[in-house]
């Protein structure tokens, strides 16, 4: 299993930005996948969920109406749009799956949020 984020960097607060998730080594259409971000001092955060089918069945409150998660199964690629970002939302993202009980990290795209 592997996972490769990209899309990160520096942005102005109002800004956007779509990040990227390739995935390789399992059926990536089979499973469903997700959005974590952390922040410097803080616990590793869900931001978002898709399912395989591509129904969303989880997203942090605090990126509600800013931030769409979705997937292209033909490409076994899974994005977030992120529009209106604030420095807040400075942080690393990843991504991750989950099969047979065992969670798989790619290694994060960094995301900072300031003017």
């Known amino acids: 299993v592997h996972l490769v984020e990209s899309g990160g960097g520096l942005v102005q607060p109002g800004g956007s930005l779509r990040l990227s998730c390739a995935a390789s080594?399992?059926?990536?259409?089979?499973?469903?996948v997700s959005w974590y971000r952390q922040a410097p001092g803080k616990e590793r955060e869900l931001v978002a969920a898709?399912?395989?089918?591509?129904?969303?069945?989880n997203a942090a409150d605090s990126v509600k109406g800013r931030f769409t998660i979705s997937r292209d199964n033909a490409k076994n690629t899974m994005y977030l749009q992120m529009n209106s970002l604030k420095p807040e939302d400075t942080a690393v993202y990843y991504c991750?799956?989950?099969?047979?009980?065992?969670?798989?990290w790619g290694q994060g795209t960094q995301v900072t949020v300031s003017s």
């Open positions: 080594g399992f059926s990536f259409s089979s499973y469903g």
């Open positions: 898709i399912t395989s089918g591509g129904g969303i069945t």
């Open positions: 991750k799956a989950r099969l047979l009980r065992v969670d798989y």
